[in-house]
């Protein structure tokens, strides 16, 4: 079925080519099928070479297919022939169909004649009617136009003179639109005949004009009106050409004014959320505030509209003007903010702004205050999280000083104590308390603050770090240790050498006390809600590295804490000092009793003990003896010696007694008199003694003594012992340190011969009951 | 920072409280150091490194009559120095000069160049010029400043000028600007003077409380280094007397001398009453300021000043002197009379 079905598609489709082709008027437009006549394809083109054709069959073909050509061929030709005959038939038969039409029309078209030549008389003749016609009303017709020009010229005279009683009438009607159209419309007949024919009349409608004009302005600058009434009466304004430029001006102006109504109303907000103790009146009163403000703003906000709408092309005015609004807001706010106030103060304030902004941008999006106002807020809220830490600081710092002040006034009984608790109070709860106060801007869903979040997250990371890096300067500067920022603020007259020495000491705890309590809390504070951020770049880091603020408050808590030491120790040494380079040790007189500045001495040991005390806790228990320490047997033995040396009494004794201390310590073990300085009173305590004995040799090295003077070196520091002892951790250090002295002075000494035993007794006796009369209730 | 036992011993027989490089001996590193001993006889030691630097060798032996707190060798004759002594009632300043053919002699004496006889007061130092040969010499007192023209040949020193520290100012060292030969800077209870040489007037002070020893810095214009009782080691620069350039925190207990290294830049020597010797690494040319703050932030404190602590001693380190002809070399005396050489090299390296 298909095999004859293509053969018999393929014949219809020569067909259609052949009668198109037949009636193409151009025969080479069906030439475009492929024209090449080396393919067997070629045999329909007009370029057919029969020859060629053969020869590329013969070549092609075997026999076969020969024959089978030669039978599609003869088919083929079959077919063609019996479609030839088709189309000369079908052509044959649309030709006999051509030649009925044609004879019908003939017929048609006879008789036509006659009916047009009667048609043309007819026509004539009515031209001709009409003709006469309009020559017999012509001149009716001119004088008719005439005449309705001369009413139309009268009506227009009698409007004029009517004008202003119908303006009149118009300003009572305050139909101030009519008027307006009234007189624009008589305005070009003044223009030219005001001067001569009309002039009563162009007067009074000008006076009349000039009422409205007057009208018109006040209900421009009347805020009663509707704004609609207001716009009308701007663009009537304008069509009467009224210098609008300067209403626009006194109306920018007023908007102005109303600028600085609504400025001082911020203030009133933030003063009332201020007063607001309590909070519930407070919120009361501040919604009171708040929504009057509101109203004012929306009122602001709707003669910003009227005047946009009255004056179009004045927005950049008004942008200004909105923006104005808007940075003297925040200006107010950073004025605020330098103050102390809390966040939800703050917050009040910025929301208020925020509805005030979007009110605004309501009426006027073009000024884009959103965006704007972020910025600005950007920057208040900035400032205020530094001005939050500077109060901190400042809280802190006033604790830390009071202990100045309060132990001059010495009411207290431990002024120290009291001063490291608060200061340590301060510290911990202020920063918490920050904290908190920052988690309420965090927690706040106005739109402001939480486009903001990661800015403010950022900033009190930075700020703890900030913050944390000052108060170690300010205790530096408060431990008078750090000369050069002392000198950098011009503090030296002022603090100079006032430090207290249990300031440092308070500073040296509180350093402890940071680092090991108030970082790790803050450090889980703000992991717990100051996390993310993000906004500097994950390159720098997280703004808030606990570790870097740990290790600045231990090494400072460890310098603070020497530098405690040495101020106790600095003032012993001053003592000391003068005692040694004062008298003639040369030509020291016999010693008669224990010299004061032992007792001044121990004076500033009990000064420093009572503030240690106050401060530091106490160390392991007290029998604890460096048992550890390889102190303990050089102890044993230089007690022992002591010993020897109370019970000799000739002086050859005495000398052989001074050789062998001299061997005794070349076979002792070295004492560790410096040891690492722990947070105990005992080891603060000992430190001092030990480092105040260490200066005690020194001096005694630099001198030279006669007998008298290494009795006295010898007398004063044998009472020294019991004193120490009971004051001091390390015993064997001390007791070392008291022998070396002793033999210090005696290898100075010309003459060295020790006291006797029982003189010395009797003078360490006799400074023991003088003391005791002097402190009756010390021990 | 263990100092170990990595220095060369020398032991004296008495206490003593100096040391001194002899600079001048241009062909070993030896160091003349003297005894204080107030009851015994006093020895001068001319001590050398042998040569192979693993020995301290007693070069020369010397009996000084007296106990000797202070010792300089003269920077441009290894033969000659200068001591300061006391009798235990007086003092006296001598210049001495060794002899000859010692190596022959039993008991060589020292020969006594000149006597600096016009103090009064307890004397405290002589100085020389330490950047070579100049005839002036400074001796200071505890009230004043002497300059002596010294000839060797004549063997004889005249004062020259001589000032007056002022009232309440206890003299107590100096040092000779090296850079300057009119430059000399004392030290006292309350400050640091400068003094111009030519005219004898104070040029400049440094106030600063407790300073016991004053060094300039041999590589350096205007850098001095100074040493106090409690707060440590404090580098100054000279026209800016205000405030010092940066604080080292020196030692435990007093600081008691400093030594700026002659070749090294910012490598400083301090002694201290704690027995130990630190050496600090202190660059002292730009941006001192900003090494110093970086100290409390850099979180690894690769800007510890202290290279190393040398801990290996008995007793108050006193004596302290870096050789100049090895200049990572330095000698230490601690009051036992103990003598200790060390290298620096390990942490020369380092840099």
Redo the contacts between chains.
Sequence with gaps: METDDVPLDDKAKRMRDLLSSFYAPDPSSTDNAPSNPGTLDAINTTSFDADQYMNLLIQKSNLEALLQRHVEMAAEIKNIDTDLQMLVYENYNKFISATDAIKRMKTNIVGMEANMEQLLDKIMSVQSKSDGVNTSLFEKRERVEKLHRTRNLLRKVQFIYDLPARLEKCIEAEAYVDAVKFYTGAMPIFKAYGDSSFQDCKQASEEAIAVIVKNLQGKLFSDSESIQARAEAAVLLKQLDFPVDSLQVKLLEKLEQSLGDLQLKTNDIENASMKSNDPKQGKVSDSVHISAHEGSVRGFAEAISAYRVIFPESEEQLIKLVQDVVVKHFETTEQYVKGRISSANLLCVLRTIWTDVLLLDEVLSEAVLPVFSLEAAQIALKQHVASTFNYLLQDISDALVRVNASSKEAAEEHPLQVALEASKKAVLQGSMDVLLDFRQLLDDDLHLLVQLRDFIIDWVQEGFQDFFRAL?DRFLLLSGRN??SR?DQGLTGAHGEKVLAGLVLVLAQLSVFIEQTVIPRITEEIAASFSGGGARGYENGPAFVP??IC??FR?AGERLLHHYI?MR??KV?TLLRKRF?TPNW?KHKEPREVHMFVDLFLQELKESASEVKQILPQGLARKHRRSDSNGSTASSRSNQLRDDKMTRSNTQRARSQLLETHLAKLFKQ?VE??TKVEYTQESVVTTTVK?CL??LQ?FV?LQ?FNRSGFQQIQLDIQFLRTPLKETVEDEAAVDFLLDEVIVAAS????DPIPLEPPILDRLIQAKLAKWKEQNPISP | MQGGSSGIGYGLKY?ARCISDVKADTDHTSFITGTLS??EENEVHLIRLSSGGTELICEGLFSHPNEIWDLASCPFDQRIFSTVF?T??SYGAAIWQIPELYGQLNSPQLERIASLDAHVGKINCVLWWPSGRHDKLISIDDENLFLWALDCSKKAAQVQSKQSSGMLH?LSGGAWDPHDINAVATTCESSVQFWDLRTMKKTNAIEHA?IHNANYDMKTNHILVTAE???GIHIWDTRKP???IQ?LPGH???TWAVTCNPEYDGLILSAG??STVNLWMAPTSVEDEAITESI??S?AQQADPLLNSYSDY?D?VYGLAWSSREPWIFASLS?DGRVVVESIKPFLSRK
């Design positions: 170690y000369s050069s000198q570790g870097v290790r600045i090494s040495n120790t600095q040494s380079t040369v070295k008199i410096f480092l260490k200066s020194e090295r030279t290898e100075r000494c010309l | 206490q107030l009851r006391s235990g009632e206890y407790h009782d409690e707060s205000k405030s010092p604080e435990t207990h007093w009453t704690d409390a932030e979180p008995e108050s009051y």
